[in-house]
């Protein structure tokens, strides 16, 4: 069960030089136990171990508990279910993504300071909806498609 999505535009880049910075953010993560909603075991509500970074019971969908065993941005990227695709020049470019919907948003919205400015991800829902996030001054927007239909006139032959 689950809900599948897919990008169907996508010119978003991490550049370069934003990936160890990028990947920090991401790491940092860990620690958010609150924000993770993928599948859980037996203890999910024990308190987090003393001295812990991460609660190894709770974990964001389709990763791992510590996000720290995934070792670069381009790892943490295509665990998530990203098609990405690394530059000569080193940056990362995010080309694809169909699966099922899960924690992706918030990796997105993470790497929003590191994405460059100006680009975005169309999406498309199993039932047809679209979506776009566009990045802008290190900030992601979203935006929702709306059909309009006009009349054209009658058609006649």
């Given at each position: 069960m689950g809900y599948f999505i897919r990008i169907?535009?996508?010119?978003?880049?991490i550049p370069a030089e934003n990936l160890d910075a990028s990947y920090a953010a991401l790491v940092a993560l860990n620690s958010r136990d609150d924000l993770k909603s993928?599948?859980?075991?037996?203890?999910?509500?024990?308190?987090?171990?003393?001295g812990a970074d991460h609660h190894p019971h709770r974990w964001f969908s389709w990763m791992p508990a510590d996000l720290k065993t995934l070792p670069t941005t381009a790892a943490i990227l295509e665990n998530l279910g990203f098609e990405i695709w690394q530059g000569k020049d080193g940056c990362i470019e995010i080309n694809g993504?169909?699966?099922?919907?899960?924690?992706?948003?918030?990796?997105?919205?993470?790497?929003?300071?590191?994405?460059?400015?100006?680009?975005?991800?169309?999406w498309m829902?199993?039932?047809?909806?679209?979506?776009?996030?566009?990045?802008?001054?290190?900030?992601?927007?979203?935006?929702?498609a709306e059909t309009l239909w006009n009349e054209l006139g009658e058609v006649t032959l």
């Open positions: 169907t535009y996508s010119n978003v880049v993928g599948g859980s075991l037996p203890g999910r509500d024990d308190p987090k171990p003393e993504y169909d699966s099922k919907a899960g924690d992706e948003e918030i990796f997105l919205l993470t790497l929003a300071p590191y994405v460059k400015p100006d680009t975005e991800i169309e829902g199993e039932e047809n909806e679209q979506w776009k996030f566009v990045f802008k001054n290190g900030r992601m927007y979203r935006y929702e």
